[in-house]
């Protein structure tokens, strides 16, 4: 029944286009690269962070050069259930565009309806429409593969959309939409028991980063006539995404398991995700780089996150 455990995961590959030396398209002050890698990591972040069953690896997460050959062969090697990759176009246009290979059937068709979809729903931009191409990464990608172009880099109007972190939030965002439908993911529960370590700073349990209980009471619509008193477990919904949650690190978290040796009992003890995807980011976060998994690795990220 081990296989069904995994196959339950959704496998998403995401591959932010071009990198390093290779900046694809520029223009109006901006670098493809760096455009595509912002969309790319929000799309995880939101992905794993928000949703149940579903695994990201990324084809760079950083200024990498990367050739086309390197990021099919590691989504085939990883086994994806999809590759989405992520890209501006150039060349006096205006607008959002995607593609898959020509003539592949379901479901590649029903993913990019359906990414297409959300994607158009959020994000103001023309409709450019549903296409087919004979990319590498279409091509060579042995999985469902999706490849959109979000908009015009050299497009005044289209790079001045780009420029704009809510708009690059709302990008992201809807290909997360579509990804969520394809595979049928289901939300996170948003409910996380905090404790009330002070007066005026919670602790997530199930989180590491410290709240104030004027931010638990704008969470959770609390009047200010809600007490809130030392030693309190509070059930609440919300909380920060994670990519605010390092700037509200306060006090040590509670430690979970101190026991274990194993990185994934610690993850599951202080309820984290505890993919592969998850510890190469945290392996990112505390300086451990070119995470592949190793033991040493594991013993190293379980030695920091105690901390
Ligand atoms: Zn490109």
């Known amino acids: 029944m081990v296989k069904s455990l995994i196959d339950a995961v959704v496998k998403i590959f995401i591959d932010a286009g071009h990198g390093g030396t290779d900046p694809g398209a520029v223009g109006n002050g901006l670098q493809e690269k760096n455009v595509n890698l912002q969309i790319a990591t929000r799309i995880r972040d939101m992905l794993v962070n928000e949703y149940n069953g579903v695994s990201v690896l990324m084809?760079?997460?950083?200024?990498?050069t990367l050739s086309l050959t390197q990021r099919t062969n590691a989504a085939n090697a990883w086994g994806a259930d999809?590759?989405?990759?992520?890209?501006?176009n150039a060349g006096g246009g205006t607008g959002y565009e995607d593609f898959i290979?020509?003539?592949?059937?379901?479901?590649?068709?029903?993913?990019?309806?359906?990414?297409?979809?959300?994607?158009?729903?959020?994000?103001n931009f023309r409709d450019r429409g549903k296409k087919t191409a004979n990319f590498h990464m279409l091509r060579e990608s042995r999985m469902p593969a999706l490849l959109t172009e979000n908009g015009f880099i050299d497009n005044s109007e289209?790079?001045?959309k780009l420029k704009t972190s809510s708009f690059i939030e709302n990008i992201a965002r809807g290909h997360v939409n579509g990804i969520v439908r394809c595979f049928g993911l289901t939300?996170?529960?948003?409910?996380?028991?905090?404790?009330?370590?002070?007066?005026d700073t919670v602790y997530s349990l199930s989180q590491?980063?410290?709240s104030t209980i004027q931010q638990i009471r704008s969470w959770n619509n609390l009047d200010s006539n809600y007490t809130i008193v030392v030693g309190q477990v509070l059930l609440v919904a919300g909380g920060p995404s994670s990519s605010t949650s390092s700037s509200n690190m306060g006090k040590p978290?509670?430690?979970?398991?101190?026991?274990?040796t194993s990185i994934v009992d610690y993850l599951n003890s202080i309820k984290q995700d505890s993919s592969y995807a998850n510890r190469a980011r945290l392996a990112k976060q505390h300086g451990i780089n070119?995470?592949?998994g190793t033991a040493a690795q594991n013993t190293q990220l379980l030695n920091k996150l105690r901390k």
């Open 82 to 88: 999809f590759l989405l990759s992520v890209h501006i």
């Open 187 to 199: 939300r996170k529960t948003s409910a996380i028991y905090h404790t009330v370590v002070s007066g």
């Open 101 to 123: 290979y020509p003539g592949v059937g379901a479901p590649t068709t029903t993913y990019q309806n359906l990414i297409h979809e959300e994607i158009m729903k959020l994000v």
């Open 208 to 210: 590491r980063y410290g």
């Open 253 to 260: 978290a509670p430690k979970g398991d101190m026991k274990t």
């Open 158 to 160: 289209d790079a001045a």
């Open 290 to 292: 070119n995470y592949s």
């Open 59 to 64: 084809s760079r997460t950083g200024d990498q």
